[in-house]
């Protein structure tokens, strides 16, 4: 029997990297989703490891302490040793590679073993209804549209969300704790908001050991446990800031102070609190989505009593706090609640078991259906919407001539691709001024308590200057930018009449269109200075 399950976890692992690594072309390499999968993460590597004179051209969270190091050293280790600055487009490639081989193990085989083992705690060792809900979970996780077109990109929130899965695997799962601790810790370590979810969890294992009889002490045995990992951690941490910052600093601190204590996080955009509830985890999972509630609410419901629910269903009231925690705050996004989606897989997977129950084909055919229109998102979304940025910025980066281009367009709306053969782009700044730089005030100079910073929020003194001005007048910002440096490229999106204007300067300054690529298909962005096309020009003397 164990010989078996083995066969099967390898033979199931080999299918998931494989699809994983398979999907890169169809779900992430040829769409843009979000900004921080180069900027917080390959574009930070690259620099470190091929270019450190312009460290200082790094984002600002980079120049000032807010993010750690520790989401970036596989990248940059691949860039320094293995990759050795190629330039190649394996450099754009592996990254993505990387981060796919750890959803496909440390996601989609780490959960379906969890969900195996959870059904046979659940339904009392019932092996055949374990390994059928282990299977279903399985192709669930690995069919869900969104985990496929955001799971396998370079986000901190990728990584904290398979390190979260793995460590549930172990923690929980397994009930070898310091194995699932260390997990939990690196989730942490990559983006610190994994607490929201492990704390609950510790706390829940914490409760479940006091009430175990044939251990009086287990409880403070797992509190001392996780306060030396947590020790060990937090040093070693340090010691990968220092290497990398130079000096001694606290991430982490930096990261609470900005985004939580003084709100700067709502300075990207802000949503309705119900939002991850009502629209968010409802798009990510699609047509898992009413097998997930159910499976949750029928889980919590047949809970005997509150300690068979923290027994049985520890992460799943981990990944509800997670939620809840996270809806307190103004800003939030798709990839934020990565980390739950597994959990959800689970239980969705326990409700579609139990709805074909008695008949395994058309059980198969239910999912398979399911698993099937998942499609349609992971088509649209990972071959054409949003494909502009993305083919404007290769069509820079792998440009015959030294390309020296000017990027027009609002903040980290185009990636941004290490210079490659001569290319080096500018982009607008986004340094939220009143951390940086000085800002309009009774004493001239950057606020930098959290009272300060609110007060600036509430001015408006902490918008993004450099691209304030440029949607004020994008005509008059142009014709001061191309009067000063001749850029031999200009890139922007294409918005209507509003930017005749800008077309117009473009023209007079003798910049021609050389290329042209769709963005938003059907005005699905929420934001509208991002047109429907992305359109490159370039310096007639230069063609």
């Known amino acids: 029997m164990q010989s078996s399950i083995v066969v099967l976890v390898l033979a199931c692992t080999a299918f998931a990297v494989s699809t994983r690594l398979l999907l890169i ?30 460290l200082n051209l790094l984002p600002w969270e980079w120049r000032n302490h807010v993010r750690s190091y520790a989401h970036i050293l596989p990248f940059y280790t691949y860039f320094k040793y293995i990759s050795e600055c190629s330039g190649s487009i394996f450099d754009e490639l592996a990254p993505r590679a990387m981060q796919s081989t750890l959803t496909a193990t440390a996601g989609d085989v780490a959960v379906a073993l969890y969900a195996y083992r959870h059904a046979k705690r659940v339904y009392e060792r019932d092996e055949a209804r374990a390994r059928t809900v282990a299977q279903t979970t399985f192709v669930c996780h690995l069919t869900c549209w969104f985990i496929a077109y955001c799971g396998q990109r370079t986000y901190s929130s990728a990584a904290e969300a398979s390190f979260t899965t793995l460590g549930v695997l172990l923690f929980d799962g397994m009930r070898a704790r310091v194995a699932g601790l260390v997990c939990a810790a690196l989730a942490c370590a990559v983006r610190p908001t994994a607490a929201l979810f492990w704390m609950p969890v510790g706390i829940a294992a914490m409760v479940h050991e006091a009430h ?39 991430p982490m601190l930096e990261f609470v102070r900005f985004n939580v204590v003084s709100g700067g996080a709502r300075l990207y955009g802000t949503h309705p609190w119900h939002w991850y509830v009502s629209q968010a985890i409802p798009a990510q999972l699609f047509t898992y989505v009413p097998f997930a509630v159910v499976g949750a609410w029928r889980a919590l419901r047949s809970s005997r009593s509150w300690e068979a629910a923290i027994s049985h269903h520890a992460p799943l ?72 940025p993305i083919q404007a910025s290769r069509y820079l980066a ?29 982009f607008l700044d986004c340094t939220p001024s009143p951390w940086f730089t000085p800002t309009p005030g009774s004493n001239g100079t950057s606020p930098t308590h959290p009272t300060e910073w609110r007060q600036a929020l509430h001015d408006g003194t902490s918008k993004m200057t450099e691209e304030r001005r440029f949607f004020a007048n994008s005509s008059r910002f142009a014709r001061a930018c191309l009067g000063d440096i001749s850029y ?15 077309l117009r300067a473009l023209r007079d300054y003798d910049y021609e269109l050389v290329g042209r690529w769709p963005n938003d298909a059907f005005g699905l962005l929420d934001d509208d200075r991002r047109g429907l096309w992305v359109s490159v020009w370039e310096k007639k003397k230069c063609l």
Request: aromatic share 10%; with cysteine.
């Open 212 to 250: 175990d009889a044939s251990s009086p002490y287990a409880a403070a045995k797992l509190a001392a446990t996780a306060g030396a990992v947590a020790l060990c951690a937090l040093t070693l941490l340090a010691c990968v800031d220092k290497a990398f910052y130079g000096r001694w600093t606290f």
């Open 488 to 502: 031999t490229h200009v890139a922007t999106f294409e918005r209507g009449e509003e930017e005749e204007g800008l």
């Open 25 to 54: 072309p169809l779900a992430t390499a040829n769409t843009f989703f979000d900004p921080d999968e180069t900027y917080q993460a390959t574009l930070v590597a690259q620099t470190h490891a091929c270019d450190t004179a312009k």
């Open 317 to 388: 009231l981990g990944a509800l706090a997670y939620v809840v925690a996270m809806s307190l705050q103004p800003h939030k996004e798709l990839r934020f609640v990565l980390p739950v989606l597994p959990i959800l897989c689970v239980y969705a997977a326990h409700a579609l078991c139990r709805g074909s129950t008695g008949s395994r084909s058309r059980g198969a055919l239910l999912v398979g259906t399911l698993a099937a229109l998942q499609l349609v998102p992971l088509l649209f979304f990972g071959t054409y919407h949003q494909r502009g």
């Open 398 to 426: 792998w440009h015959s001539k030294p390309v020296h281009a000017l990027w027009l367009a609002p903040c980290h709306s185009a990636p941004q691709f290490f210079p490659t053969r001569g290319m080096h782009a500018r």
